[in-house]
């Protein structure tokens, strides 16, 4: 590892992001109290990716040794949700888990039945490997609690001006909320995961939760939509790091941010680094329409105009195909008349992104 972006005496090392020529957003954070690593997870990159299959899977490879270099040095890892590009099973990496404290995304309530099982298969393996015993020991009856629709806290959504979209945006809300409340039913009425603790592992969930290590505050969001409001994909926990007065804001998985109200936290956080995911541009016309990559543009903006960050790591969806930088050019135009710097992981250490130097090679040959 070197090069670390410096805040102070916090130092954070970007490990792995897609501009590297593998799916993931993995980092370590150190502080004097904590060094923590971040979504210790790798997959490999989607078959459009002009890559042959041998090494878009060595990428990945590469990528999966990174993370295990980075765990060597941690005490604590978070898991912002359960995809695979976010973490790694247990099964065959226990290295990276254990002797370890473990902030993880809630397995039980805010999640979409895709990471529910993931969830629960992830923390099964952890529980076997490292000490526990049986998984089933986890299980526990459902907790009580009220499940309102995440639209009504999102008030800058409910308020939009969505022109002539209107008509389709309320038909989509609609279907949203049928959906939203197929997923509440789930953590209402089957069984929930305990937090554990082992002689070799620790595991606490992380939504909404606070947490002091020394002089350094590790924050985290209540659940946030992975994309658009009712995305599909589910919901991803986000992370502010403060140390000495410096802070580090991680957005995970928002896609652009795409949700108006999630630009206007980040503005407020007023963070020094930003490491934000774009959208997903190479998904442009399938599961992106351009009024939602207009919102992801719009408010990747606007963070860089109100807030008071620095330097941003712009890398994770957005630098799955060649065109990226064309279609955002809004955003780094906005950056460069900001005097912000807007970077990948791949720029941060002086490389082109791996998908222009490919796109380079194609075009030469």
């Given at each position: 590892m070197?090069?670390?972006?410096?805040?102070?005496?916090?130092?954070?090392?970007?490990?792995?992001?897609?501009?590297?020529?593998?799916?993931?957003?993995?980092?370590?954070?150190?502080?004097?109290?904590?060094?923590?690593?971040?979504?210790?997870?790798?997959?490999?990159?989607q078959p459009s990716y002009p890559l042959p299959e041998e090494e878009k899977g060595r990428?990945?490879?590469?990528?999966?040794?990174?993370?295990?270099?980075?765990a060597e040095e941690a005490d604590t890892v978070f898991i912002s949700h359960y995809h695979y590009d976010h973490h790694t099973l247990p099964r065959g990496a226990e290295g990276i888990y254990r002797g370890k404290r473990l902030w993880v995304k809630d397995p039980n309530q805010w999640?979409?039945?895709?990471?529910?099982?993931?969830?629960?298969?992830?923390?099964?393996?952890?529980?076997?490997?490292?000490?526990?015993?049986?998984?089933?020991?986890?299980?526990?009856?459902?907790?009580?609690?009220?499940y309102p629709d995440p639209l009504d806290g999102l008030p800058l959504v409910k308020g939009k001006d969505w022109g002539n979209y209107r008509g389709r945006k309320e038909e989509l809300s609609k279907k949203g909320r049928k959906w939203f409340c197929r997923q509440r039913r789930k953590w209402i009425e089957e069984p929930w995961l305990k937090e554990f603790k082992t002689a070799k592992v620790e595991v606490r969930f992380a939504d909404g939760q606070t947490f002091t290590a020394g002089r350094t505050k590790i924050r985290f969001t209540l659940p946030l939509f992975h994309g658009i409001e009712y995305a599909r994909l589910g919901w991803v926990v986000g992370l502010v790091v403060e140390?000495?007065?410096?802070?580090?804001?991680?957005?995970?998985?928002?896609?652009?941010?795409?949700?108006?109200?999630?630009?206007?936290?980040?503005v407020e956080e007023k963070p020094e680094l930003l490491i934000a995911d774009g959208p997903t541009t190479y998904l442009l016309g399938y599961m992106l329409n351009q009024i939602n990559l207009r919102r992801a543009i719009e408010n990747m903006c606007k963070?860089?105009?109100?807030?008071?960050?620095?330097?941003?790591?712009?890398?994770?969806?957005?630098?799955?195909?060649?065109?990226?930088?064309?279609?955002?050019?809004?955003?780094?135009r906005m950056a460069e008349s900001q005097g912000k710097n807007l970077l990948t992981a791949a720029e941060w250490y002086g490389e082109e992104p791996l998908i222009i130097k490919v796109n380079q090679r194609r075009g030469k040959s």
């Open positions: 070197n090069k670390p972006i410096k805040l102070g005496r916090m130092e954070i090392y970007l490990l792995w992001f897609d501009s590297m020529g593998a799916k993931s957003s993995s980092f370590l954070v150190m502080t004097p109290d904590l060094k923590l690593l971040v979504d210790p997870g790798v997959a490999v990159m990428l990945a490879e590469e990528a999966f040794q990174k993370i295990e270099e980075g999640i979409n039945s895709s990471q529910w099982e993931r969830g629960r298969l992830f923390l099964g393996e952890l529980y076997l490997a490292l000490g526990g015993g049986d998984p089933r020991d986890m299980l526990t009856p459902p907790k009580e609690a009220e140390y000495d007065g410096h802070k580090l804001l991680y957005t995970s998985d928002l896609q652009g941010p795409q949700v108006e109200d999630y630009a206007q936290w980040i963070i860089i105009k109100e807030s008071t960050v620095r330097l941003i790591i712009y890398d994770h969806h957005n630098l799955r195909e060649a065109r990226y930088r064309e279609r955002l050019r809004d955003v780094y």
